[in-house]
């Protein structure tokens, strides 16, 4: 299906009345057309029981929609896409996007791609061929073969990696290490969803197509589905950060995010700063899944805690605030991992994994090997990760997971270039990617500058450069100055 961009402006005249938007295709000239049908039976209600009426009446059609989170305008309100057996819990998350929607009175995109016209392929044989090179870089890898570690244990495989490392945010991120974080980790998940449906359970996909399949389930204790999917993001905000062991607890809170239309790495870290605020004790779950309700029902609490971390921190009086440019910070703890805190502080999202993720080399022992705890050299390490990152990832549309395939290995390499020459019909290589990266980051920088950042707004919170993170007792100690070169040299 070919659709470059949807552009709704404007806000409706009827405050508080929400629309559908029904988007098919005529078989006979293949042009859109849009239909725009009331909402209004949909909205207050939770979006697992809403899907399945939109897809009773559409048919086999995809939806994008917000949640209550998203028309209560909150700034962590994501959007949600169904996954391939249409629960919707795949989640542009991130930036406040749902609110974006809402604003605008728009409750749902349903596509019916039916009669829909297919993105033209310039050069089919160039195409298969970087597809065949890419597949088996994928399926010869460890982490991403067939039941690999992310097949088998999901991403929440990096739970143990990370703890391992002193890098786990914890308690709202006062330590980089869990006591309890095997209990949450991916090996946790892959053999309690053993013991409780009697056999190994392998993940799925969360797209058409993808070979990886690191998607998983959590199941409830009598082997019905509690939730999907169980990320370490999420796995890692609502779990370590808040101190809870509990995969039912976690999954629980994970399932409620899903159905308010929330970011979970944003709600758990508000729930961290609510329980540092005296809200609730670290740990305790029931607490934490009455608080996310309070965000569901639209109370005085609940709008604070659903306008995210920095939101929360001002309101209750909590210092430690791990955000940057008003987006909190997701799984990787700057002060045990360096050059991760400096892509969280330069780029133009606010605090972004996945913008330059250096864990790949300063964790992983992917696309090369840092010292996760030295500052050396990583500016110029998060600026190559941001820029090949842009483009190669980010504007081709492939997952970001195969990085872990094509880091190391010049052939898949080679066959992502190829794929992206083999669509458009263009000559690009290697080296001219990462400068159209760079490009793309430039244009970033200036959209960013327009709406009133500066270099101020590139640091990290200042807790971060006084306050020792154990286990390794050390704190942020990248300097401005090598900040500001992230940008500067680009
Ligand atoms: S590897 Fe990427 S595309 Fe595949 S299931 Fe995982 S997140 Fe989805």
């Given at each position: 299906m070919r659709i470059r961009a949807l552009v709704v402006e404007s806000q409706p005249k009827e405050k508080g009345k929400f629309w559908l938007v029904h988007l098919t295709w005529d078989k006979s000239d293949s042009k859109p057309r849009v239909e725009f049908l009331p909402a209004d039976e949909y909205v207050g209600k939770e979006l697992d029981e809403v899907y399945p009426k939109l897809f009773e009446r559409f048919g086999k059609v995809n939806i994008a929609g917000i949640g209550l989170a998203g028309e209560y305008l909150y700034s962590n309100s994501g959007v949600a896409f169904d996954d391939l057996k249409g629960r919707p819990s795949r989640f542009p998350g991130r930036g406040g996007l749902g609110a974006v929607m809402g604003s605008r009175g728009l409750k749902f995109i349903v596509v019916d791609k039916t009669d829909a016209p297919w993105v033209e392929i310039a050069d089919k044989a160039l195409f298969d061929q970087g597809r065949k090179k890419l597949t088996e870089a994928l399926r010869t890898n460890d982490l991403t073969k067939p039941k690999g570690a992310l097949n088998t244990y999901g991403t929440a495989v990096l739970i143990n990696i990370m703890n391992e490392a002193g890098g786990l945010p914890t308690k709202n991120f006062s330590s980089g290490r869990f006591a309890g974080a095997p209990e949450t980790a991916g090996e946790a998940i892959f053999e309690g969803n053993k013991e409780r449906l009697g056999k190994e359970l392998y993940n799925h996909a969360c797209s058409p197509g993808c070979i990886i399949q690191c998607s998983n389930t959590w199941h409830k204790a009598d082997g019905s589905e509690h939730v999907s999917c169980v990320e370490y993001e999420s796995d890692w905000s609502l779990g370590a950060n808040c101190g809870i062991e509990d995969l039912d607890i976690i999954a629980e809170l994970i399932r409620l995010c899903n159905a308010y239309g929330l970011d979970t790495i944003e709600t758990g870290t508000t729930l961290a700063v609510a329980m540092e605020a005296g809200l609730a004790e670290f740990g305790d779950g029931k607490k934490a899944i009455e608080l996310l309700m309070e965000i569901g029902k639209g109370t005085p609490l609940g709008r604070i805690l659903g306008n995210g971390t920095e939101t929360a921190a001002k309101t209750l009086g909590v210092v430690r605030c791990p955000t940057v440019k008003g987006q909190s910070m997701p799984a990787y703890e700057p002060r045990a991992v360096k050059g991760i805190g400096i892509t969280y502080a330069t780029t133009t999202m606010g605090a972004d994994h996945t913008a330059g993720y250096t864990i790949a080399p300063e964790v992983l022992s992917v696309g090369g090997k840092a010292d996760p705890l030295s500052p050396e050299g990583k500016a110029e390490l998060s600026r190559n990760f941001q820029s090949a990152t842009a483009y190669i990832f980010d504007s081709s549309g492939h997952c970001l997971f195969i990085a872990f395939a094509v880091l190391d290995n010049a052939s898949g390499f080679e066959g992502v270039i190829d794929e992206i020459n083999g669509v458009l019909g263009t000559q690009y290589t290697t080296d001219s990617v990462s400068k159209l990266g760079a490009e793309i980051l430039r244009k970033e920088r200036a959209f960013n500058e327009a709406a009133g950042f500066t270099r101020v707004h590139d640091r990290l919170p200042e807790f971060m450069k006084y306050e020792p993170l154990p286990p390794?007792?050390?704190?942020?100690?990248?300097?401005d100055e090598a900040l500001d070169a992230v940008f500067g040299k680009l």
């Open positions: 390794h007792n050390t704190v942020f100690d990248v300097p």
